[in-house]
């Protein structure tokens, strides 16, 4: 699954760490799934969602 948190997290000023603290998982969670490494859980997308100001459906995107 593709997704724009890199980006938008960016746009924000967070670091990955900040990030991963207000959603509650580690830094190395965060960096996995901006790498489209790991697929977060439903819970996990709308934590990041709510962070990065955007809807999950803005966030994340099914590969083709």
Do not use: H, W
């Amino acid at each position: 699954m593709k997704n724009i948190i890199k980006n938008r997290r960016k746009e924000l000023g967070f670091s990955q760490d900040e990030l991963a603290k207000k959603c509650g998982v580690s830094r190395q969670t965060i960096n996995a799934i901006e790498n489209n490494k790991y697929d977060p859980t439903l819970s996990l997308a709308f934590k990041l969602s709510k962070e990065l100001q955007t809807t999950v459906d803005k966030l994340f995107e099914p590969e083709s």
